[in-house]
């Protein structure tokens, strides 16, 4: 299944043009929960919702909206919140799973007998209340060493039996990832392609602060 880093992804904005009082807007709500006050943040963002113009943000208003339950300590509503971002994107510039597609993977594999490396459940069961992210992730949606090895593993677990082939010594993750880290110039070619879809995919969110945060 195809993982994303759903707890720290912002959802890509519907448009180019977000007028700057959207842009605004949006973001006086999250400094609200920055602030320490994610109570105000949540009604806020409700209250933008209600007004036109926001109709097109509703991705971006249920990421912000997640993060504000996360600080508030609803986990749940967490969840649910960030997963709901996840499934609105507008997907204009980069695309993450919805829980529909995942579910699709799932259905598929039992359905037709194949093996399954479920990817999501993993890193849902190694993140606090299950939402994926950030740790295992370079950046939305990209795996960094330790969450490469994780799904190697899986993909390991999975195909072995199938295969009939019998592994060599076992290595311990610890190992590999500093196997994986202690190769400078294939580190840095990584760090390189990362960064450059980062940059690319930075100028296209609608808050300034996040295109910075990016880039």
């Known amino acids: 299944t195809p993982a994303s880093n759903v707890a720290r992804g912002e959802p890509n904005p519907r448009a180019w043009n977000v007028p700057p009082s959207t842009t605004d807007a949006i973001a006086a709500a999250r400094a609200l929960a920055e602030e320490g006050n994610p109570q ?12 036109p113009g926001f109709e ?5 208003l249920r990421y912000h909206e997640a993060r504000a339950f996360r600080l508030e300590g609803q986990g749940e ?23 529909a597609q995942i579910e699709t993977v799932r ?22 209340e299950g939402v994926p992210g950030p740790a295992g992730f370079a950046d939305m949606q990209h795996p960094d060493a330790a969450g490469a090895v994780t799904i190697a593993r ?4 999975a195909l072995v039996p199938l295969l009939g082939v019998t592994l060599g010594p076992e290595i311990d993750d610890a190992a590999l990832v500093a196997f994986i880290e202690g190769r400078p110039q294939d580190v840095a070619d990584a760090w390189t392609k990362a960064g450059t ?14 295109r910075m945060a990016l880039a």
């Open 154 to 157: 899986l993909f390991t677990d």
């Open 56 to 60: 097109d943000e509703s991705a971006l």
């Open 40 to 51: 105000a943040s949540l009604a806020r963002l409700a209250d933008l919702r209600t007004r």
């Open 77 to 99: 509503a967490w969840r649910e919140a960030a997963w709901e971002a996840v499934d609105e994107d507008p997907r204009t510039f980069f695309g993450r799973a919805t829980r």
């Open 107 to 128: 259905r598929v594999a039992r359905e037709k007998g194949a093996a399954l490396a479920d990817v999501v459940a993993t890193f849902e069961a190694a993140s606090p």
């Open 197 to 210: 879809w980062l940059v690319s995919v930075s100028i296209r969110q609608a808050l300034v602060g996040d």
